[in-house]
């Protein structure tokens, strides 16, 4: 969680220096070169300015979410964020392991899934023994859940 905080905090920090000193510094460069209707470097300035405007407000928002979390709500004897969880998908005929990581965290490839994403979101509070019903692109999966770490590092 603090990697996801940091990483985070760093990309604030950028943006902010980008907001607050390099493109004030493109603006008034393209301010200078005269007429703005017909001046693509100053529109181009603008159009980073907003974009960089609304990716501090989620990026901050985000930090905010994160800061909420609290470790002691996330439950010791089912899935919740931070579990490790191995899956029987009766679909594929195979033992899956996925850990529930934030959005910013999640790689498929490496079994890591969101909290958000639809296996994720079937999977929230289960324990060993329950089967979680996903809706996919290629159809209804049942996943049973055979083993459970929580991020306490409790096993189940």
Do not use: W
Request: proline share 3%.
């Amino acid at each position: 969680m603090e990697d996801i905080k940091k990483a985070l905090e760093e990309q604030i920090k950028a943006l902010e220096y980008e907001l607050t000193t390099e493109l004030p510094a493109e603006i008034k460069k393209a301010v200078a070169l005269g007429d703005l209707s017909e001046n693509a470097e100053y529109h181009s300035a603008k159009q980073r300015q907003e974009f960089v405007n609304a990716r501090l407000g989620q990026l901050k928002k985000r930090m905010g979410e994160l800061a909420m979390v609290n470790l002691d709500n996330i439950p010791r004897d089912k899935v919740g964020f931070g579990s490790t969880i191995v899956v029987f998908d009766s679909t594929k005929d195979e033992e899956i392991t996925y850990k529930l990581v934030t959005s910013e965290e999640a790689d498929v490839t490496k079994g890591l899934i969101s909290t958000t994403s639809p296996i994720g979101r079937a999977l929230l509070g289960k324990e060993i023994g329950d089967t979680a019903t996903v809706v996919t692109p290629n159809g209804k999966r049942e996943l049973e859940v055979l083993k459970l770490t929580t991020i306490h590092g409790v096993a189940a």
